[in-house]
């Protein structure tokens, strides 16, 4: 009987632990955790503190006891797994303990990112953990805060952005980068989005890093900018972005990057080591490199061929990529494809001006979309730019460009699309 180890039960340790059953229903699978909590999505955690999730909704996949039953794991919970030999298969646990496996699967995902500039504050707040959106939670239901400083234009950061000001709070949204959403939306569509939360009364400070913070007695911050200004705030929320967590593995062994590299078999440059998730560099299908893709449905997907090749039914994950997507302050915004690649423009508009799209072609091909306001479209679109970079002849269906009519694209516009391949 084989012997498999799991370390780290996120989206990824999940799928690929329900891949291995269904294929092997005999091995041995041990499931390491630093927690005592089921796999939770982070994005879901901002839902959480603005009420709009009960806390058992954070967890998608059930409670430990109902997994551990029904895929037959040995969860082992709030148990920090120190090292892996990856040469001898070995775990090596905080109390020295070393358990030797056939083969493991490191999908330890990432944590978020503090600047040693910030380290010693005591009442600021992350948000990437269970833990940390409880803390909010709390702290917004212990009191009322009129105004709130957030570092990190991302995802999450406008999230929590919207949770706040929806509360009534005065917002300020603060980011080194130059505009919202820097690694997801063209200049032009982050001015658009930019100019709609201005117009909210949400302040923006972006294009300049962010020096400090000063915790005074009175319960209050001051945030302090490169330029020498500074923001005084009765709440600071830190989401400046997270690293991959790949501290238990040598690079004297294992290939690591900014994440773990893997292959389409989500293996590591060692044998029978696989990484899944937000520690792991996977395909870039644009790029043909392999990068962190750190997204909740690219970690199942990974996690899945890891799982399925651990237990010799052979998976490949052929890549993904880059592609957000996120519903705010009563905005859709998706970004498709890698926002620095350059080329022709082609821009739409609906009538009312609620919906914008913006495409990129270089060499009369889309290499990405940038949608506002209208989710509807952006499966079908992703679908189309994932042919493209397949080498398939992408063609829009009868069906797909009934679809697209119907969320509001042009008729026109989709010709203009697929006569540029």
């Not at 797994?81 to 999908?107: F, I, M, P, W």
Request: with cysteine; charged share 25%.
């Amino acid at each position: 009987m084989e012997r498999f180890a799991i370390i780290g039960f996120g989206c990824a340790g999940y799928h690929a632990l329900e891949a291995i059953r269904e294929t092997d229903k005999e091995a041995r699978v041990d499931v390491y955790s630093d927690t005592a909590l089921p796999p939770y999505n982070p994005m879901l955690t901002t839902y959480y503190v603005a009420g709009r999730l009960p806390y058992e909704g954070l967890f998608p996949f059930g409670t430990l006891e109902d997994i551990a039953q029904r895929l037959d794991a040995h969860i082992i919970t709030n148990t920090k797994v120190t090292a892996v030999k990856a040469g001898e298969r070995t775990v090596v646990l905080s109390d020295g303990r070393e358990e030797r496996y056939d083969k493991l699967l490191v999908s330890t995902g990432a944590t978020a990112f503090v600047p040693g500039s910030f380290a010693d504050l005591k009442r600021a707040f992350c948000m990437r953990t269970v833990d940390d959106a409880v803390a909010l939670h709390d702290a917004l239901e212990r009191r009322e805060y009129k105004d709130a400083v957030i570092v990190g234009a991302s995802m999450v950061g406008i999230k929590v952005a919207e949770l706040l000001y929806k509360r009534g709070c005065h917002v300020t949204l603060a980011d080194m980068a130059p505009h919202i959403f820097a690694l997801a939306a063209y200049p032009e569509v982050s001015e658009m989005i930019e100019d709609r939360l201005r117009n909210m009364g949400i302040d923006l400070a972006f294009g300049q890093a962010i020096a400090g913070a000063e915790e005074h007695d009175d319960g209050t911050t001051t945030v302090k900018l490169a330029d020498g200004s500074s923001i005084d705030t009765e709440l600071l929320v830190l989401n400046i972005g997270t690293r991959a967590a790949t501290g238990i593995l040598s690079p004297d062994e294992v290939t690591v990057e900014r994440g773990i590299v893997v292959n389409d078999h989500m293996e590591t440059s060692v044998p029978g080591i696989y990484a899944a998730g937000d520690c792991c560099q996977g395909n870039n299908l644009q790029s043909g490199q392999t990068q962190i893709i750190g997204l909740w449905a690219n970690a199942g997907t990974q996690g899945r061929a890891a799982g399925r090749n651990m237990a010799g039914a052979m998976g490949e994950s052929d890549g993904n990529i880059l592609h957000n997507i996120t519903h705010f302050l009563d905005m859709d915004f998706i970004g498709l494809g890698d926002n620095r690649l350059t080329g022709e423009v082609k821009t739409f508009r609906s009538e009312d001006g609620g919906f914008y799209l913006q495409a990129v072609l270089k060499d009369g091909k889309p290499v990405g979309f940038n949608i506002l306001d209208n989710y509807g479209v952006s499966g079908i679109l992703k679908a189309y730019l994932i042919k493209v970079l397949r080498g398939e002849r992408p063609v829009f269906s009868a069906e797909q460009r009934g679809q697209l009519v119907r969320f509001g694209l042009s008729e026109n516009f989709i010709d203009e699309l697929g006569a540029a391949l």
